[in-house]
C-alpha cells in the first residue's frame, strides 16, 4: 500500500512539472502522447484507491469548467447576452418594437461595434481598479484580477476626474490581430502547438495561472456598457466618453443614430469595414440610448429589452472539394491542402483551405467531390469544418493520406503521439531543402536578398541544392539563368557574400534546428562562442541555461549527432563562414558589484522602471546570475508586481531574500542605468488609432 501511494505522488510531481513547462514556460518537456500516458496511469491508480485522491490532484483540474486556481465571485448586477439577429428585416422589427414601446417618442439607438472577445467585469473603487470578473454563468465567474492588471490599456487607476467611487465597467478582453500572429509565428519557429484563431488564444491567455505569461502576450480591452449608476449621464454614449475620458479605451467606431436609416447604414458600413479593425468583430450592437427609457423597456430572464446584436453574415460558406494537395515543408511535415472551387469568403475569393492532417481526413471521411464547408476565422487560412456527405456523388472517390513523400517518394513516418507525418529523407527532398534554403535566406537569419522564386529556380538549374551551395554561386553561373542581368547578378552574389558577416546568432536561427527559434538561438549564442562550441554541449549542460527545458537540448544535441549536419557544418566552414560569435555579440562586460556578484536570481512579474530584459542584462553584467526558476540554489527573486502565486509561495517557503523592484536598484546602488522611459505602466494607447478608418 504504501508503495502506491509513493508511486501515486511521484506520478503528480512528474505531472505538475511537465504541465508547469508547458503552461508557464511555453518549453514542454514531454510529448502529448506520453503526457497522456502518465495521467492515465494515474487516474486508473486513483480509481482502484480512491481514499488516495487528494484535491490538489492533477487529475482533478480535468473536466471542471472553471478554472482551478481562480476564485469564483459573484456579479454585483447579471451579466446578461444579448438578443441576435441575422437580417435588416429583424433589426426593422426591433427599431418598430422599441418606437411602439417608448409610445412614439422620439428617442436615439447607439450603434456600435460588438467584439468577438471574451467579456469581462471591471470594479473600481476610489477610481483604482479592484477586481475584474470573467463573465462565467452570468451569475457568477472567476476573479482574473492579478491577469487583467497586466494588461497595458487597462487602467490601475482612473484618470481625470467624477467617477464614481464605485464604478462598475463592462467590457471585452481581446487579442488583437497583429498580437495574434506574432505569438503563432513565435509558437510555429519553436515547434509549439499554434492557436486555432485570437480568440482562443485570448481566453487560454486570460485563464493563465501565471500573470507573467499573461503580460507576455499583450492583450487588449475595450469598453461598451456601465450598468446601474444613476448618478451618470442619462445617456449611454455620454456616459461612454466619460469612460474615455477617465482612460478606460472605448472605440470611436460608435454612432447616434436617430432613423432606422441611419442605423442600416451603419451596419453595411461595417459589415465591409471591420476587415480593417484590429481587433476581431462579429456583429454590431443596437443600444436604446437613454437609460431611464431603457428601464422603461426593461429585461427578459435572459437579455435586455432595449438592445439587440445584429451578427455580421455568417463567415462560412459552402463549396465543392476538387483535389487535395500533400505540401512537404521545412521539417518534412506533410500537411495536406484542399483546392476547392473559388467561393467568396468575407469579402476574399477562397481557393484553398486546411485540412490539418491525416486524422482530420479520416474524421470527415473525405471524398472528391465532396460539398464542403469553409469557414474563416481570425486565422488566415480558412479551414473546412463539415462535409455535407449526403450529398455525395456514387463512385467519388476517398481521399487518402499518402503513405510515401509526394515529392521525393520516400517512406513517410508518424512517431507515436504525433499529429504529423514526417517525410524521412531529410536531406535530398527538394521542398525540404528549399524551404530551408528560404528559412536560411530569411531577414532574421542570414538577410540574403533572395526570392522565392529565385531559389525555386537555382534549385531546378541544379545550381543550389543545400544552403551551402549558395555560397559557390559565381556571377557567371547566374548569368546563364533567365531573368539574370549582371547587375542583378553580382548583387545577388554580393548580398550572399555579406551573409558571413550576420551575426552569429542570426545564422544559427538560420540553420532551421527544430525549436531553436530566434529566442533560442540568442540565449545559445551568448553561452556559446561558435556552432563548433554548442555542437560539443550535452543536455544537462544546456538545460543549466536560463529558459532552455529538456526538450530544445535534446533537439540540438540530436541536430548535431547527424553526420550529415556535421559535414554540413564543415561545408559552411570550408566556404568561409567562421560560425563564431561577433563582438558586438559578447556577452556582456562584468564589472563584478560586491551584492551582486556570483548570486543566483530569479526574475518574476512586471516591472515599471525597466523592462524585465534589462534587469536580466544588469544581474548578468554585475556578476550575477539568472535562472528561470526558483530552486535552493537561488539568492534573490526579484519581484515585480503580479507575481505568480506560486513562485511567490515556493521563494517562502525556502526563505530565499524577495526584492522589490525598489529594492534592487537600491541594492545596486549607482551601478543602476538611467530608467528607460518607454515603459508607462498603466498608459492608454490614444484612441485615435484604434479604428483608422472612422
Ligand atoms: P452573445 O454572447 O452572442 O449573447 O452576445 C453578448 C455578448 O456580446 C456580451 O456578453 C458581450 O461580451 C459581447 N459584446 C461585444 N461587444 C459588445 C458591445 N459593444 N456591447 C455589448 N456587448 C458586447
Ligand atoms: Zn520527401
Redesign the pocket.
Known amino acids: 500500500m504504501e508503495r502506491i501511494e509513493e508511486h501515486i505522488e511521484e506520478l503528480r510531481r512528474a505531472i505538475a512539472q511537465h504541465e508547469h513547462a508547458y503552461y508557464v514556460l511555453s518549453s514542454p518537456t514531454i510529448s502529448d502522447y506520453d503526457f497522456d500516458q502518465l495521467v492515465k496511469e494515474l487516474e486508473a491508480l486513483e480509481q482502484q484507491h480512491p481514499e488516495l485522491v487528494t484535491p490538489d490532484s492533477p487529475t482533478q483540474r480535468v473536466g471542471s469548467d472553471s478554472t482551478e486556481g481562480f476564485v469564483q465571485v459573484a456579479h454585483r448586477y447579471p ?6 439577429t441575422y437580417s435588416y428585416e429583424e433589426v426593422e422589427a426591433f427599431y418598430q418594437r422599441v418606437e411602439k414601446e417608448l409610445g412614439g417618442k422620439r428617442f436615439t439607438i447607439d450603434a ?9 467585469s471591471l470594479i473600481y473603487e476610489q477610481g483604482r481598479l479592484t477586481q475584474a470578473i470573467t ?1 462565467g454563468d452570468g451569475t457568477m465567474g472567476d476573479d482574473v484580477t492579478k491577469n487583467v492588471r497586466t494588461i497595458r490599456s487597462i487602467p490601475l487607476r482612473l484618470q481625470g476626474t467624477g467617477w464614481p467611487d464605485e464604478l462598475e465597467m ?3 478582453i481581446l487579442l488583437p490581430f497583429a498580437e495574434f500572429d506574432r505569438i503563432n509565428a513565435a509558437r510555429a519557429a519553436e515547434g509549439l502547438p499554434l492557436f486555432a484563431n485570437p480568440r482562443n488564444a485570448a481566453s487560454g491567455t486570460l485563464k493563465q495561472l501565471d500573470p507573467e505569461v499573461v503580460a507576455e502576450r499583450r492583450l487588449d480591452a ?1 469598453f ?2 456601465v450598468p446601474a449608476h444613476p448618478e451618470l449621464p442619462d445617456s449611454h454614449y455620454e456616459r461612454l466618453e466619460l469612460c474615455r475620458s477617465w482612460g478606460l479605451k472605448v ?1 470611436h467606431a ?1 454612432q447616434q443614430c436617430t432613423s432606422l436609416e441611419a442605423i442600416l447604414e451603419f451596419l453595411d458600413r461595417w459589415e465591409v469595414a471591420r476587415h480593417q479593425a484590429p481587433v476581431a ?5 443596437l ?1 436604446v440610448d437613454s437609460i431611464a427609457e431603457q428601464e422603461e423597456l426593461g429585461y427578459t430572464a435572459k ?1 435586455p429589452r432595449w ?1 439587440i ?1 445584429y ?1 455580421f453574415a455568417a463567415e462560412q460558406a459552402k463549396t465543392t472539394l476538387r483535389s487535395v494537395d500533400f505540401q512537404v515543408g521545412r521539417t518534412g511535415a506533410v500537411t495536406p491542402v484542399a483546392n476547392l472551387d473559388a467561393v467568396s469568403l468575407s469579402g476574399t475569393q477562397v481557393r484553398r483551405a486546411s485540412l490539418h492532417n491525416a486524422d482530420f481526413i479520416a474524421s470527415f471521411d473525405l471524398h472528391l467531390g465532396d460539398q464542403v464547408f469553409v469557414e474563416k476565422g481570425g486565422e488566415i487560412i480558412p479551414k473546412i469544418v463539415g462535409v455535407a456527405s449526403e450529398e455525395r456523388q456514387p463512385g467519388a472517390a476517398l481521399v487518402l493520406f499518402p503513405s510515401h513523400c509526394p515529392a521525393c517518394g520516400a517512406p513517410l513516418h508518424r512517431s507515436e503521439g504525433e499529429a504529423a507525418y514526417y517525410c524521412t529523407n531529410q536531406m535530398g527532398c527538394p521542398p525540404q531543402q528549399t524551404a530551408r534554403i528560404e528559412h536560411y535566406a530569411g531577414r532574421k537569419a542570414a538577410d540574403i536578398r533572395i526570392g522565392e522564386e529565385t531559389i525555386a529556380l537555382l534549385f531546378e538549374h541544379g545550381l543550389v541544392k543545400n544552403i551551402a551551395d549558395l555560397y559557390r554561386l559565381s556571377v557567371e553561373d547566374l548569368l546563364g539563368l533567365p531573368g539574370f542581368q549582371q547587375r542583378s547578378a553580382s548583387r545577388l552574389v554580393e548580398s550572399i557574400a555579406a551573409s558571413k558577416e550576420r551575426p552569429l546568432r542570426a545564422l544559427l536561427f538560420g540553420l532551421g534546428i527544430r525549436f531553436v527559434g530566434e529566442t533560442v538561438a540568442k540565449t545559445l549564442v551568448r553561452y556559446y562562442p561558435s556552432v563548433d562550441a554548442l555542437s560539443k554541449a550535452s543536455v544537462e549542460e544546456l538545460t543549466q541555461l536560463p529558459d532552455i527545458g529538456k526538450v530544445i537540448a535534446q533537439s540540438v544535441v540530436d541536430f548535431f549527432a547527424s553526420e550529415d549536419n556535421c559535414r554540413f557544418i564543415a561545408e559552411l566552414h570550408a566556404l568561409g563562414l567562421a560560425l563564431q560569435r561577433l563582438p558586438e555579440e559578447e556577452p556582456l562586460e562584468v564589472k563584478a558589484h560586491a551584492e551582486i556578484e556570483g548570486k543566483s536570481f530569479v526574475i518574476s512579474g512586471v516591472f515599471t522602471q525597466h523592462s524585465r530584459e534589462e534587469y536580466k542584462q544588469m544581474i548578468e553584467s554585475l556578476g550575477g546570475k539568472n535562472s528561470s526558476s526558483i530552486s535552493s540554489k537561488t539568492d534573490y527573486v526579484l519581484a515585480g508586481a503580479n507575481m505568480g502565486p506560486a513562485k511567490l509561495a515556493k521563494a517562502e517557503q525556502l526563505g530565499i531574500t524577495i526584492l522589490s523592484e525598489k529594492d534592487f536598484l537600491e541594492l545596486i546602488g549607482s551601478a543602476a542605468p538611467t530608467p528607460s522611459v518607454d515603459e508607462p505602466t498603466t498608459a492608454a494607447s490614444p484612441v485615435e488609432d484604434l479604428f483608422p478608418l472612422t
Not at 468583430?281 to 450592437?285: A, C, K, N
Open positions: 451579466m446578461l447576452s444579448l438578443g441576435n456600435e461595434l460588438k467584439y468577438d472577445g471574451l467579456s469581462i463573465r463592462r467590457g471585452e475595450y461598451y456598457y472605440s460608435i468583430t462579429d456583429g454590431v450592437v443600444k437579455s438592445a446584436a451578427k
